[in-house]
């Protein structure tokens, strides 16, 4: 009767049973035995199905039996139960008629099609009876949100459309994650609920020293939004004492939606103590990049050590505009506006920051930088770029004793610049054009300015009409400077520069050659950098360079290892 297909039906009556339709399984197998006077069925490749149809279980491997009414299955198994639509893969199993469970251990993956949840886990009990699936190990559960949630163990109750949980750690589409301890997820409305709960939120538009996050009593989770009762909210990076900066309310909702965080009855606490109180607020959450709201607010001290409270809020204008206003709020009746207006165009960009402020002394402080930068398309340039800097400051303390900071500010604190650059680029040669204005708001007033007029730099590739194999190259700058008050100097360099083509040998060896032919013009006035009255002076070097590269290759890794060798000569 082997390697063909079979289909029988096996019907046993006993003493205390007359034709149980649970007890009565179809086999459709390649292969079946039966021995120990019917009591034992072996059967391989193919499926079994109950007498009621309502399941239905495939496997490399079959064994039923009659005396305990067992049926063991191994090998590529899977059962389909069609009254509940489960559909469970599994490694070895036992459908158990008389207690009316199933039991799978391995790797097990659990598919409920009616609500697209699917389980993955190491051992699992299904009572048919009870309509009840559990697992005492640690399982992935996975819905069709995007969410993944793993738990030490969990109780499905199907009838309930309810799963418990323990020692919940959640993932959702968006990276949040969540952790409970208990926790009931509803199946049918995709609801979870607990107690204890931490919600972690994406960090992607904080820097990495911020750990966005929230918590509080009890907590409703679905793919809509996420519902928290005496909730707290904070950026601040975990520490053993209180955050420096927090937000509690009586109910937090986070619109996922929306991308925004309600509150209601908000609290700030700055170092727990509380400082001004919500009725109803909201802010952005952590992974809105564009989006008007008020941003972490942080208490500081200037150099004066007067503290004050900074609660920055940000504008979203339009698609290509907005603005951050950083207020900063002192215990002295003082108080600071700093604005910085962004605007991007398509072949331009604007970007100004301004401050002012009233001290005690009833006078009006203020600060203000401006960036401007336009491309331009001029014939015979592939790129013509302009660039404008303005900054300036009523007061030379302003800046450095309200510790202003602003992104257009790449300098020392106390350097102001303005300038004036143009950028013209050819197929092979490019030219800069700068004029420049620093400030030096440490010293005196006669000699905290300097001025750069013009820095002139032009670059040029030549053509090689020598017999050397290699490209020849011009680069010019000429430069004006004067600081100081009384120090002028006008400087002039222009390089020859040629490099030849690499030779590689046939030992390995990357070899090539370059020489430099410059020459410099200075005139100087009280400079002690150059001499004074004009100077010409004209140098060369020649250079020789000699490489090994070297390469290590394994499965996960390449080494690499590249000694050099130059060798100079300026005659």
Known sequence: MKNRIFFIILI??????????QEIFNFETKSIEIIENGNLINASNGKAVSGD???EVIADNFQYSNNSKTLKVNGNAQV?????NLRIKFDEG?????????????????????????ISSKKIIFNN??????????????????????????????????IKVKNLSLIDKDKNSLKLSLAYIDTKKNNLYGKDAFVSLNNKTFNENSEPRLKGSSIVNNDIQTE????IFTTCKKRDDCPPWELSAERIVHDKKKKIIKYENALLKIYDKPIIYFPKFQHPDPTVNKQSGFLAPSIKSSSNKKNFLSLPYYLAISDNRDATFSPRFYNHEEFLLQTEYRQANSKSNHISDFSFKIDDDKKLKSHFFYNYNKKFNLDNFIQSDVDLQIQTTSKDTYLKKN????????????????????YLTKNNSSTSIETIIYEDLDKDESDRFEYILPILNYEKALENKTNLNGNFSFKSQILGKNYNTNVFEKINVNNLIFESIPQITEKGFYNNYEFIIKNSNTSAENSTEYKNKENIYLSGLVQLNSSLPLVKESKNFRKILNPKLALKLAP
């Open 12 to 21: 046993f009556i006993f003493f205390k049973n007359i034709s149980y339709a």
């Open 228 to 231: 928290i009762k005496n909730g």
């Open 80 to 84: 389909l139960i069609k009254s509940d």
């Open 129 to 162: 009876k009870d309509k009840i699936l559990f697992s005492p190990t640690n399982s992935v559960i996975r819905d069709n949100y995007g969410n993944k949630s793993i738990v030490d163990n969990f109780k499905y109750e199907i009838k309930k459309d309810l």
């Open 53 to 55: 149809k309502n399941i």
């Open 94 to 118: 036992i459908i158990d008629q008389k207690k009316f469970t199933f039991e799978a251990f391995g790797k097990i993956e659990v598919e409920d099609l009616n609500q697209n949840i699917k």
């Open 403 to 422: 510790k202003i900071k602003a992104a257009l500010n790449n300098l020392d604190d106390n350097v102001l610049e303005s300038s004036a650059k143009i």
